[in-house]
């Protein structure tokens, strides 16, 4: 069963930086497209970053471009997102996410259609 575990959330002050991680066991050999999305209260989920599985080409959304970074270890299933030069508008609750072949996509970043999520992980950024 396909399976999104995320972990790395925290509390960091402007400035910092924090790594997530997902382990996507049963997930990333079924998928083209890994990613991760965020949500902040009151706010509808917007996709952050993407990472084709197979030529590891990214896709990060314009907010997110040169302080972000999606990455992907094949050998252990897991992906990656270091966050740098965090602000407070990046406060939200991340979440990973996976496009699996054959499955209609439900929210698109870039060409990736992403159908399955995981159940997130805090980022608090304190100004």
């Known amino acids: 069963q396909a399976q999104l575990v995320e972990s790395g959330g925290g509390s960091v002050p402007a400035g910092g930086s924090l790594r997530l991680s997902c382990a996507a066991s049963?997930?990333?050999?079924?998928?083209?497209?890994l990613g991760w999305f965020r949500q902040a209260p009151g706010k509808e989920r917007e996709g952050v970053a993407a990472?084709?599985?197979?030529?590891?080409?990214?896709y990060y959304v314009d907010s997110v471009k040169g302080r972000f970074t999606v990455s992907q270890d094949n050998a252990k299933n897991t992906l990656y997102l270091q966050m740098n030069s965090l602000k407070p508008e990046d406060t939200a609750t991340y979440y990973c996410?996976?496009?699996?072949?054959?499955?209609?996509?439900?929210?698109?970043?870039?060409?990736?259609?992403?159908?399955?999520w995981g159940q997130g992980t805090q980022v608090t950024v304190s100004s």
């Open positions: 996410a996976a496009s699996i072949g054959g499955v209609q996509g439900q929210q698109y970043l870039g060409p990736c259609g992403f159908s399955s």
């Open positions: 049963g997930v990333a050999e079924r998928s083209y497209c």
């Open positions: 990472i084709y599985t197979t030529d590891q080409n990214t």
